[in-house]
């Protein structure tokens, strides 16, 4: 059992730049590939970004490609997602997921954080 909590969210101007993480605790964090999901008021959530077990391997959204980047610490447990030239439109619930595949699907991840609020303002 692997758990996930999200941390570093806020509240930010738009162009500013902030830094989730995304920390582990239990199971083996390093076998898994780690997705981020973001949830916006009255919509459904979707794929941000995911980064492969080792960290060689990075998909984004269209939507944030250029602006965000996964890495992640596996000696530390942490996965990061920088987020850069931040735009009112990416306001959201952000949230980390842990699972075997490296996907841009919800479905193929086991372990999900509790979310962390993403505020943009314009």
């Known amino acids: 059992q692997v758990e996930l909590v999200e941390s570093g969210g806020g509240l930010v101007q738009a162009g500013d730049s902030l830094r989730l993480s995304c920390a582990a605790s239990g199971g083996t964090f390093s076998r898994y590939a780690v997705g981020w999901f973001r949830q916006a008021p009255g919509k459904v959530r979707e794929f941000v970004g995911t980064?492969?077990?080792?960290?060689?391997?990075?998909t984004y959204a269209e939507t944030v490609k250029g602006r965000f980047t996964n890495s992640r610490d596996n000696g530390r447990n942490t996965v990061y997602l920088q987020m850069n030239s931040l735009k009112p439109e990416y306001t959201a619930v952000y949230y980390c997921?842990?699972?075997?595949?490296?996907?841009?699907?919800?479905?193929?991840?086991?372990?999900w954080g509790q979310g962390t609020q993403v505020t943009v303002s314009s």
């Open positions: 980064i492969s077990w080792s960290g060689g391997g990075t």
């Open positions: 997921a842990a699972g075997p595949f490296y996907s841009r699907t919800e479905s193929a991840y086991d372990y």
